[in-house]
């Protein structure tokens, strides 16, 4: 079996990152993988991780054939590129920006997108026909509170400082992208107020429909290329150990999320699909820490995880990647 992959909005970080895995990937044969500001030229002159590796080169348009169409596209424009072009019924759709992962925006367009975090939603997942990709600081988040939420355990305020790498920012330039301002330089941004509080606080409330704590957030910039580091902690009547035992049973099937005994970092999950977690007890807080690589399982990873479970593969299918530690 073979599954004909499209990719629209190829140029910018995501795509890249969906090349590198699929072209491993055994079951995955790239297709089309639109640019309009690129047609013509081999993929390798915008991804150049990618010289040797391949001879693509980016397209105009899409075959139409396409089993599945991942779409690599910035925040609000999926829903008009979708208006703009019609894809068959039978064409999966997984869509990396955040214009359907609200329930309130689920349904567009004659199609049902299903939120596609898989340690959540594993099951709707492999129903569906359409796929909102969670966000990265969404993801980290999530993967530290879902056991508490699943227990009834979220009983108090959520407090949240994450930092995420500079990719996590985009391709396009802009002040705080630049070296020069991010080199040796750490800075908050949209603190209480980041666009992915809705998608975590819709997940929670699936699991723990009563929840009334309220979440706050600080994100932070980090002056590195990618990965996220999250710290939650909570008020909690678990013991360090009944809460280890609690997240250790919740993930017993996630293959890619661990709750190690030991603390964790960053370096641990680049250029990885997993998400590590560690989990500590301090008075009555509860802390929980969570890393993944904003880029894989934040985005890029999660996609081909999602594709698996959608086309009934092991969700493991050509995700087996290596961090590097030094």
């Known amino acids: 079996m073979k599954i004909k992959v499209g990719i629209v909005g190829g140029a910018g970080y995501t795509a890249g990152e969906l090349v590198r895995i699929l072209l491993h990937h055994e079951y995955a044969e790239l297709g089309a993988i639109v640019s309009s500001s690129n047609a013509g030229n ?18 105009s348009e899409l075959a139409g054939d396409e089993d599945v169409v991942f779409l690599c596209l910035g925040h609000g424009n999926s829903k008009a590129w979708l208006t703009k072009h019609e894809l068959p019924e039978t064409t999966h759709i997984i869509d990396l920006s955040n214009d359907f992962r609200l329930e309130a925006d689920a349904e567009f367009e ?3 997108f299903v939120y596609g975090l898989p340690e959540l939603n594993r099951s709707q997942i492999q129903q569906a026909q359409s796929i909102a990709n969670p966000g990265c600081f969404a993801t980290a988040i999530q993967l530290a509170l879902l056991p508490l939420a699943q227990a009834g355990k979220l009983t108090d305020d959520v407090h949240v400082s994450a930092i995420t790498g ?4 985009g391709q396009s ?4 992208v630049h070296f020069s301002w991010r080199t040796n330089n750490v800075s908050i941004y949209k603190p209480f107020t980041h666009q992915h509080l809705g998608e975590i606080g819709e997940s929670l409330a699936q699991l723990q429909p009563q929840l009334e704590s309220a979440m ?4 932070y910039r980090g002056n590195f290329s990618r990965g996220i580091f999250a710290s939650v902690y909570t008020p909690s009547d678990l ?3 009944e809460a280890r035992e609690l997240y250790q049973k919740f993930y017993a099937d996630a293959p890619f999320t661990t709750v190690s005994d030991k603390e964790i970092h960053l370096k641990q999950v680049v250029n990885t699909n997993k998400c590590l977690l560690h989990v500590q007890k301090f008075g009555k807080q509860l802390l929980i820490t969570s890393v993944i690589d904003n880029l894989v399982k934040g985005a890029s990873g999660q996609a081909v995880q999602n594709m698996n479970l959608l086309f009934g593969l092991p969700e493991t299918t050509g995700l ?6 030094f």
């Open 42 to 59: 081999p993929i390798y002159q915008v991804h150049d991780d990618l010289v040797g590796e391949t001879d693509l080169v980016f397209a």
């Open 110 to 112: 004659g199609r049902e």
């Open 166 to 169: 500079s990719t996590g920012a």
């Open 173 to 176: 330039l802009s002040e705080t």
């Open 216 to 219: 706050h957030f600080i994100p």
């Open 239 to 241: 013991t360090q150990e």
């Open 320 to 325: 087996g990647l290596k961090a590097g530690l």
